[in-house]
């Protein structure tokens, strides 16, 4: 056991006493500081080192930034609101038909665990917004949900087209009739390929997966415009009349 011991004279002799560690003692303490510092160094290396740093998307290369977009303590370690704002940033970067194939390209290079925490770090952003619309939609006045409901579906469908790379409702040809053709159109069903495994397919799984996805709390903050917006969904199903005013914006 460590120990210590007292020197210097008696306290009645008018000096106090001095306490001096044993060299034991001495030891086990450098030992133990010894350490503390090399956890604390190995920590500030593992950020430092390990985390890759945000890549300047005017000078980084594809790869830097896939890199970043898949590692645990990159874009995913951002707040949501900048992960948010940088994530436009790169649809912005590369929304011409050559570069966004480059960005497909190199997403699809990516494995599986990277995409995938892509994904869930996306879908934070998701998240995020729909817990916000369903604190707003509480405070609206009943006459005006069902327009709110109506958004909330077309944000929440142009959300998920952003992610998967799904063409936008009503995209059409230049020529008319039918979808839209060409470079642009392959580079998106090629991006849409690389997620079938890790999003859903549909608006109505994708919303429900936002539910399912969020605390006790949050889900019942979130219940009164689930339930809404599942009615409605249920309703643009079953109902052609109502899918057809629905796409006329009405």
């Known amino acids: ?27 086990a303490l450098l030992i133990g500081t010894a350490g503390l510092v090399v956890v604390v160094l190995g920590v500030w290396a593992f950020q430092v080192l390990v985390a890759p740093a945000k890549p300047d998307l005017k000078v980084a290369t594809v790869k830097q930034v896939c890199d970043y977009l898949g590692h645990p303590r990159g874009f995913a370690s951002l707040p949501v609101d900048r992960r948010e704002e940088f994530l436009a940033d790169v649809v912005r970067t590369y929304s011409t038909p050559e ?29 995020d917004k729909f817990v916000k619309a369903s604190q707003e939609y509480v405070r609206t006045p009943k006459k005006d949900r069902p327009a709110f409901v109506d958004k909330v579906i077309r944000d929440m469908e142009g959300f998920r087209a952003g992610l998967v790379g799904a063409p936008a409702a009503g995209a059409r040809s ?22 079938k495994d890790h999003v859903p397919t549909k608006s109505d799984a994708w919303a429900k997966m936002l539910v399912d996805r969020t605390s006790p709390f949050e889900r019942q903050q979130a219940k009164p415009l689930a339930d809404d917006l599942a009615q409605r969904l249920d309703q643009l199903h079953s109902d052609p009349r109502a899918k057809a005013e629905f796409a006329r914006g009405r």
């Open 1 to 27: 056991m460590a120990s210590s011991k007292q020197t210097g004279r008696d306290p009645r002799g008018g000096r106090a006493p001095r306490w001096e560690l044993s060299p034991n003692t001495k030891k």
């Open 99 to 127: 570069r966004f194939e480059d960005m497909s390209q190199a997403l699809a290079q990516m494995s599986f665990i990277e995409r995938q925490q892509l994904v869930d770090a996306v879908f934070e952003i998701g998240k």
């Open 174 to 195: 230049p020529h008319g009739g039918g979808a839209a053709v060409g470079p642009q159109a392959r580079s998106v069903n090629s991006l849409a390929n690389v997620f």
